[in-house]
């Protein structure tokens, strides 16, 4: 199993943004489907979140892409656009207090994420001979969660492990799971 994060979205640093459908520049994307045609092997399903920074890559990479919701990154509610620094302090404590089920926001909780991940990996067990044969264009916090599906955990153990593991993944990488 390929998992494959999108090319740099055209957004501010420093702001926050997870469901939010952002676009990606024209050089970016160029520049990661030159590198990923070059690594990737051919012929593997290629499954992907239908956001644009996802689905524009996985338009280039397959004929033929599987888009599925279960994929987009996880929904921050009120915080999404807004810069880090603008969220009250309380609120990202609250958040670091109760990382599984706190809803940053108002919007979605890790652990709601970890359930819809941990779904589309059985179903991709099960719809593929090889369930790990396929490529997964997606995002950095679903990139966690499918590596910590992958190790066997539960749900909510996904979601402390994806919660707890570095977020240093680059825009355009790959993880080989």
């Known amino acids: 199993m390929i998992l494959v994060r999108h090319p740099q979205p055209l957004v501010a640093p420093g702001v926050c943004y ?21 690594s990737l092997p051919a012929g593997l399903p ?12 996985a338009a280039r990479l397959s004929p033929a892409p599987i888009y599925d919701e279960r994929l987009v990154e996880m929904d921050f509610g ?17 958040w670091a207090g109760d990382v599984v089920h706190y ?20 179903d ?15 995002h950095a916090g679903a990139m966690r969660l499918l590596a910590a599906c992958h190790t ?10 994806a919660a707890r593991a570095a977020h240093n993944i680059p825009y355009g990488s790959t993880l080989v799971l």
Do not use: K
């Not at 290629?46 to 890559?57: D, N």
């Not at 009120?78 to 609250?94: L, N, S, T, V, Y």
């Not at 066997?152 to 492990?161: C, D, I, R, T, V």
């Open 46 to 57: 290629l499954y992907s979140s239908p956001l644009r920074r996802c689905a524009e890559l």
């Open 18 to 38: 997870g469901r939010t459908d952002l676009a990606v520049a024209p050089e970016h994307l160029e520049q990661t489907l030159a590198a990923l045609r070059a």
């Open 152 to 161: 066997g955990l539960a749900p909510a153990e996904m979601a402390l492990h």
């Open 78 to 94: 009120g915080w999404e656009m807004q810069p880090w620094d603008a969220i009250p302090r309380a609120d990202i404590d609250a």
């Open 103 to 122: 809803r940053p926001g108002g919007g979605e909780s890790v652990l709601r994420m970890a359930e819809r991940i941990a779904d589309f990996y059985a």
């Open 124 to 138: 991709l067990q099960r719809q593929q001979p090889c369930g790990s044969d396929a490529i997964i264009v997606c």
